[in-house]
């Protein structure tokens, strides 16, 4: 079994303190937040900043939290409206190669993950009412409720990447 969530960061996560103790619902408002907050940390800026230690741009993280909520909405989706509960994992660094990520524009980024934000907040919601239970493929059962969290993670994971980039970050 794969190990994930705070099993693998921490708890707290150990790079940005992430709390892995909030409920589904606050996790759902760290996702509905993050446009907003992405927005602000690149105003004024280029969305194509560089860190020494990371391989992507602020446009980059902003573009895979994007596919990964997409991602995880439909699975959920597919879950709840077909019964299609197994899931594959996938790799994000052959979608973000695919994709060229470094490459999007930081507005069209933006414009996408507001978007997606608002269909993950909704497919994860109908999931948590309906007790939706996906079966992965290395991580076994997942609850809507252990993907609320999880995603909440990874967008407030690379929400400090991004600030680790632009020099914001406290660590």
């Known amino acids: 079994m794969e190990k994930w969530g705070a099993d693998l960061y921490g708890d707290p996560c150990g790079g940005c303190g992430f709390d892995w103790s909030l409920t589904p619902r606050e996790a759902i408002g760290i996702v509905e937040g993050l446009p907003a907050r992405c927005r602000e940390l690149l105003k004024g800026r280029t969305g194509h900043e560089r860190h020494r230690d990371l391989a992507w741009n602020p446009a980059a993280y902003v573009s895979h939290v994007t596919d990964n909520l997409r991602n995880w909405a439909e699975r959920l989706a597919g879950a709840r409206l077909s019964g299609a509960v197994d899931v594959p994992g996938y790799d994000p660094d052959l979608i973000a190669q695919a994709r060229h990520y470094n490459e999007i524009a930081p ?10 934000a608002v269909a993950w907040s909704e497919s994860v919601t109908a999931a948590l009412d309906d007790g939706v239970v996906l079966r992965h493929a290395t991580r076994g059962a997942q609850r809507a409720e252990d993907v609320a969290v999880n995603n909440a993670h990874d967008a407030y994971h690379h929400a400090w990447d991004i600030e680790r980039i632009l020099g914001h970050a406290q660590n």
């Open 107 to 116: 507005a069209a980024a933006l414009w996408s993950l507001e978007r997606a």
